[in-house]
């Protein structure tokens, strides 16, 4: 499908579940210092031919503008005429979306992440046990144990692409970047921003939990 198939009303939905989750998401103080971007696919998946739209890149995410967003292709190119730039981490984007055929990506920095990212550095994964929100991945299995990857927080962010396709794992829809924040996505808006409001409940479950237990 080329970007000229995608209707009209199929954009507009798209912005308009971005501004919607971005209003929510600035309210939970999770786009601190202009951090933090979101997109969502428009029109019909074919890994050799996507469209998305994501935020610009180094605005402030807790105010609307009408340049907030715009349209870019697989390789995070700009379908349209604009000067606004796509987020610096739109490569990201495109490799998940590659991947996984998803609807949706969302991506913030937290403390809770952000410090989970470096505690288990060491093993490249945070270990997860029985938590009851791992169900909000679909994995329903009883005392469910779960790995959440965690990849290499490059300045160069094309270098951290090989990681994210190294180490994506299909039943898990997030990945860590180092010291750096939570990518989540889902087949679309509503199902990742639950899968990342679960990340971000485990995140810090498994912070106090490793706080009380004084590990290390
Ligand atoms: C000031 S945060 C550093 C960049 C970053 O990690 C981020 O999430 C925001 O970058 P963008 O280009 O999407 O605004
Ligand atoms: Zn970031």
């Given at each position: 499908m080329t970007f000229e198939q995608i209707t009209t009303e199929q954009k507009q939905k798209a912005l308009a579940d971005l501004r919607e989750v971005k209003e929510l998401f600035a309210s939970r103080g999770w786009f601190p210092g202009t951090s933090g971007n979101l997109s969502v696919r428009v029109g019909d998946f074919d890994p050799e031919q996507f469209h998305f739209a994501i935020t610009a890149s180094g605005k402030d995410k807790t105010v609307h503008t009408p340049e907030d967003y715009l349209f870019v292709d697989k390789e995070g190119k700009a379908v349209e005429a604009t000067k606004l730039k796509p987020s610096a981490e739109t490569l990201i984007h495109c490799e998940i979306y590659r991947q996984t055929g998803a609807g949706a990506i969302f991506h913030v920095h937290t403390v809770f992440n952000s410090v989970i990212s470096e505690w288990f550095w060491d093993r490249k994964s945070v270990p997860v046990d029985g938590v009851e929100l791992i169900?909000?991945?679909?994995?329903?299995?009883?005392?469910?144990?779960?790995?959440?990857?965690?990849?290499?927080?490059?300045?160069?962010?094309?270098?951290?692409?090989?990681?994210?396709?190294?180490?994506?794992?299909?039943?898990?829809?997030?990945?860590?970047?180092?010291?750096?924040?939570?990518?989540?996505?889902?087949?679309?808006?509503?199902e990742a921003k639950r899968h990342l409001e679960a990340f971000e409940f485990i995140f810090e479950y498994v912070y106090r939990w490793e706080l009380l237990n004084g590990r290390k």
């Open positions: 169900k909000a991945f679909n994995i329903w299995d009883e005392e469910a144990h779960i790995d959440i990857p965690i990849v290499s927080n490059f300045a160069n962010i094309p270098q951290i692409v090989p990681e994210v396709t190294e180490r994506l794992q299909p039943e898990i829809p997030g990945i860590l970047l180092r010291k750096h924040g939570i990518y989540a996505w889902g087949a679309n808006p509503f």
